[in-house]
């Protein structure tokens, strides 16, 4: 009987420590403005790519650590604008990130030139933005960080829907 009694105790715990507002485990819908601190903007739910809002689950690691950390507490129609250093973002540019390799390897559709952004497919399916950086006749170097990597983030969000 003690073990039910303990069970029962830790899940009202649990009960106290759910937050009013957003919660982990929710899914939620909201627009954004991403803009870099130059006040360029690098992404918006608004632009022409997107023109619709962001849907996730937070917690469930689909955006930026830093990201899913700001909406917690929010709620419905709430607006908010905050920052995300890079280490909550994209990390830090890494050097180690820069290959070269044969320019026989890059699709020959167009000719390779340094500040081009070729999309490299990785192994899991996914898309990658790849910068050229440096071309000669038989190597082309790649930059292989994110685009935002070592960037300081600032969004502008407001909560449209939360579901459980």
Do not use: C, W
């Not at 105790?9 to 649990?14: L, R, W």
């Not at 955006?63 to 280490?87: C, R, Y």
């Not at 890494?94 to 497919?121: F, H, W, Y």
């Amino acid at each position: 009987m003690a073990k039910v009694r303990d069970s029962k105790e830790k899940s009202e715990k649990k009960e106290e420590i759910k937050q009013e507002g957003i919660n982990n485990g929710e899914y939620i819908s909201l627009d954004y403005e991403g803009r870099l601190e130059s006040g360029e903007i690098f992404d918006s739910s608004k632009h022409e790519d997107h023109s619709h809002p962001l849907e996730f689950q937070v917690g469930g690691g689909q955006v930026i650590p830093g990201f899913e950390t700001a909406v917690l507490g929010m709620k419905k129609g709430e607006e908010k604008e905050f920052s995300i250093d890079p280490e909550r973002a994209y990390g830090q540019r890494n050097e180690k990130l820069i290959q070269k390799v044969p320019r026989n390897a890059v699709p020959s559709d167009r000719e390779p030139k340094a500040g081009m952004t070729l999309v490299i497919n990785t192994p899991n399916g996914q898309k990658f933005p790849v910068k050229i950086i440096d071309v000669d006749k038989d190597f082309i170097s790649l930059d292989l960080n994110h685009p935002l990597a070592g960037k300081k983030l600032i969004f502008k969000i407001k909560i449209l829907e939360i579901k459980n």
